[in-house]
């Protein structure tokens, strides 16, 4: 029997291990999708509590907690630091073969090397031993990137940020790079109640009154300028799915002005609105060089009740029509035919369309760009041992392995990390399997060089963050 999450935790071979310890393990993170606060990152945040680390803003946890029968007091609510960490330790138990239960351990492994299993038992010792190591200097935001040997992360913002916390940091000196990405779902989603309200923001940020539709792009143009002379070389859009209805310019401009005037609008003018916007930004990012992501397969805001009170991101996700795929060959080949696909990266939250993903992107590789088009690593519910194996399974039956980007945290935690860690055991695992039953040639100079380049090499050519 094995030891539970050992220092050989999922590597089942010895070329697994040899590939994971000696090429895998050593490779900087470059975590080119993340959520983490820029203010947080700018002012060296302290934190308070392993709570607030640990719990604060973890939809994941809260999810399970509920889910445990923990009220919302001790989720998102007003009960004490402790209390909520207590409840999380009493749910722990219960999440054996959730992927919780080993990012959790890998988390107090690996920042605070605490070896032992959460569990009500436990709670008080290990709550104290964290809150008492988080004094120290190195367990600040910085400090955490810093352990994890992070090089470079790329928060979400909305095109009207200022980008004040990215610019302080920069000027700070501080050695790891925090990018800005551009995400103006805002800007798209004309559906939305408060759409006009962001057009007025949008207006005054950037200097141009937006009341046409071509206005809003050029009040988009100057914000992506802004982002671009602040570093940022990526935008990413959270989608339902893709759209690809034709429209004319005057569709689209009188769409616009309905939503402004707050009128209803039908779900066929919803869908061409989305259809140009999306056009409208692929271009830009194409103009820019940048790289587009595209995560689509999301259906946020469901429970009224929990989106009124904690905002975002807590319903539950999945969608698969694979009439989605033909919309999606549709708008990428609307971009390639015009000279407008920049590279890209598409992200399914549904397993099921992982070959419908990894055949997609065989059809829009340019012949010059190695990887151009990517398949996004599993995401959200799926980046875990079954969803991250499918994936690159998928994508090495369809695609190339070998260039893909690798994986990233997508979280607002600074203890988020080790899913990278988790992620690189389950490549070297997958390869080592293949050596071991004579898939694979055991050949340790390529298979050294695709680990690497996979956990960080690819990722570090592709983003062009180091021009």
């Known amino acids: 029997m094995k030891q539970f999450m050992d220092e050989n935790f999922l590597l089942e071979t010895e070329t697994a291990q040899e590939l994971f310890h000696n090429h895998a393990a050593k490779m900087p993170i470059i975590d080119y999708h993340c959520h983490l606060d820029p203010q947080m990152v700018a002012e060296d945040h302290q934190f308070k509590s392993i709570t607030e680390l640990w719990l604060g803003g973890d939809h994941y946890k809260w999810r399970a907690m509920r889910t445990n029968g923990v009220a919302e007091k001790y989720c998102t609510g007003d009960a004490s630091d402790w209390e909520k960490f207590e409840k999380w330790a009493e749910t722990m138990p219960y999440t054996f073969r959730n992927p919780l239960y080993h990012w959790s ?42 352990h994890y040997n992070v090089e470079c992360v790329c928060t979400t913002d909305d095109p009207i940020d200022d980008l004040k916390w990215h610019k302080k940091t920069r000027e700070s000196g501080f050695e790891i790079k925090m990018l800005p990405a551009w995400r103006p779902d805002k800007a798209m989603n004309i559906e939305k109640s408060d759409f006009a309200d962001y057009m007025k923001k949008l207006s005054e940020v950037s200097g141009i009154e937006v009341n046409s539709f071509k206005c809003m792009v050029d009040a988009l143009q100057k914000r992506h300028d802004f982002f671009a002379e ?25 769409i616009f002005g309905k939503a402004l005037r707050g009128l209803q609008l039908s779900p066929l003018e919803i869908r061409q609105y989305k ?4 056009k409208v930004c692929g271009e830009m990012d194409a103009d820019a060089d940048w790289t587009q992501q595209y995560h689509y397969g999301t259906i946020r805001d469901n429970n009224t009740l929990m989106y009124n009170k904690l905002g975002a991101d807590l319903g539950f996700d999945s969608i698969g029509e694979f009439s989605t795929a033909k919309a999606m060959s549709h708008f990428l080949d609307e971009l390639n035919s015009e000279g407008k696909l920049t590279r890209t990266i598409l ?3 549904n397993p099921c369309a992982n070959e ?61 990390y080790p899913r990278h860690e988790y992620f690189r055991r389950l490549l070297c695992n997958l390869l080592g399997n293949d050596v071991e039953k004579g898939l694979l040639p055991n050949d340790q100079e390529i298979l050294a060089r695709m680990v690497e380049d996979i956990s960080y090499n690819n990722a570090h050519r592709y983003f062009k963050f180091y021009k």
């Open 105 to 146: 351990h890998l988390e107090l492994k690996t920042a605070f090397g605490i070896d032992k299993q959460l569990s009500p038992a436990t709670a008080r010792e290990i709550y104290d031993e964290c809150n008492e190591k988080l004094k120290k200097p190195e367990f600040s935001a910085r400090g955490l990137m810093r």
């Open 230 to 254: 602040n570093g940022c070389r990526l935008s990413d859009h959270g989608l339902e799915e893709f759209y690809d209805e034709k429209f004319t310019d005057s569709q689209v401009e009188t």
């Open 275 to 278: 259809h140009a916007f999306l």
């Open 347 to 349: 992200y399914c939250l």
């Open 356 to 416: 419908v993903i990894a055949t997609m992107l065989g059809n829009f590789q340019d012949g010059i760009t190695p990887g151009k088009i990517q398949m996004g690593s599993g995401w959200w519910f799926n980046d875990q041992l079954d969803g991250m194996t499918k994936q690159m399974n998928a994508l090495s039956v369809l695609g190339l392995l070998s260039r893909f980007v690798g994986m990233l945290t997508d979280s607002r935690s600074f203890l988020s």
